[in-house]
Nanobody, 118 residues
């Protein structure tokens, strides 16, 4: 069973930065799309950023220009660099590994809390 462990969350002031990390227990990144999702209380979980196995990326409009997703396959780690954080970014952030195949399970991390507040 693949385990995903997030780290790097915390409390930051508006305009500040955080770097989230997600490390997988196995070398799966070459076969999975990796993404960061977030969920605020009372809201739907939403995709923030995704990086494909081939390296292409996409971002939610709210994240574009502020967040950068990257991947280090050798370290089995995906990162989310978050700059210019705003209170609306406050949420639990989850790492996701998407097989892109219905018959192959996806994986989720436990989540890391990001709070943006003055």
């Amino acid at each position: 069973q693949v385990q995903l462990v997030e780290s790097g969350g915390g409390l930051v002031q508006p305009g500040g930065s955080l770097r989230l990390s997600c490390t997988a227990s196995e070398s799966i990144f070459s076969r999975y799309d990796m993404g960061w999702y977030r969920q605020a209380p009372g809201k739907q979980r939403e995709l923030v950023a995704r990086i494909r196995s081939g390296g292409s990326t996409n971002y939610a409009d709210s994240a574009k220009g502020r967040f950068t997703i990257s991947r280090d396959n050798a370290k089995n780690t995906v990162y989310l660099q978050m700059n210019s954080l705003q209170p609306g970014d406050t949420a639990v952030y989850y790492c996701n590994a998407d097989s892109r195949l219905q018959w192959v399970r996806d994986y989720w991390g436990q989540g890391t809390q990001v709070t943006v507040s003055s």
